[in-house]
């Protein structure tokens, strides 16, 4: 029996490289393939503080069924990110283009100083701001007498009632406490 050269022991070894590389190379693109989507995150920054919020309410809109109704597929959570800026100091939210290029409404929720459990809604919308916007900074403190206590940013879609009574409705929605 002839002892293998180098050049066929080198051919052998490579030919088990490229082997091992090709499997390995198959099980990651599966793997990224299989690989769930996360859900969109806001990102949210007050006073040198960042906090990432993941939706607490996130619902998908499948396919019609026979009678023509939609039934999302719907998680929710607890998930409600806490971010206590300075009054005074705004908070400045990141939007991932997911909801950058949707209709969105954000709903602003503030004490009355001096007032404790008094509270004013202020409501802004993708229609306050240029298309396509990624940034939008809140005021903490948008009158004297008025400190911010929460923000929910909500996707909406227009929804119809039993009764033919068209409204809007959030499918998915980020919140995050200020104070």
């Not at 396919?63 to 959570?77: I, L, M, N, T, Y």
């Not at 400190?147 to 009764?163: P, Y």
Request: proline share 9%.
């Amino acid at each position: 029996m002839t002892k293998p050269s180098t050049r066929t022991i080198l051919a052998l070894a490579l030919a088990a490289v490229l082997v091992v590389a090709a499997v390995t190379a198959g099980i990651v693109a599966v793997a990224v393939h299989d690989a769930r989507e996360p859900d969109p995150a806001v990102t949210a920054y007050a006073h040198g503080r960042t906090v990432t919020v993941p939706p607490y309410l996130y619902c998908t809109i499948g396919e019609p069924d026979q009678h023509g109704r939609v039934e999302p597929a719907c998680k929710r959570s607890e998930t409600v990110a806490q971010l206590n800026p300075p009054l005074g100091y705004p908070v400045q939210l990141s939007l991932p283009r997911h909801v950058s290029d949707a209709p969105w409404v954000m709903v602003l929720e503030y004490e009355q100083i001096g007032h404790p459990g008094k509270t004013v809604q202020h409501l802004a919308s993708y229609r306050n701001y240029p298309e396509g916007t990624r940034a939008v900074t809140v005021d903490s403190h948008p009158e004297p007498n008025l400190r911010l206590i929460g923000i929910e940013l909500q996707l909406l879609l227009l929804v119809r009632d039993e009764a033919g009574n068209e409204s809007f409705a959030p499918y998915q929605a980020w919140s995050i406490m200020a104070s």
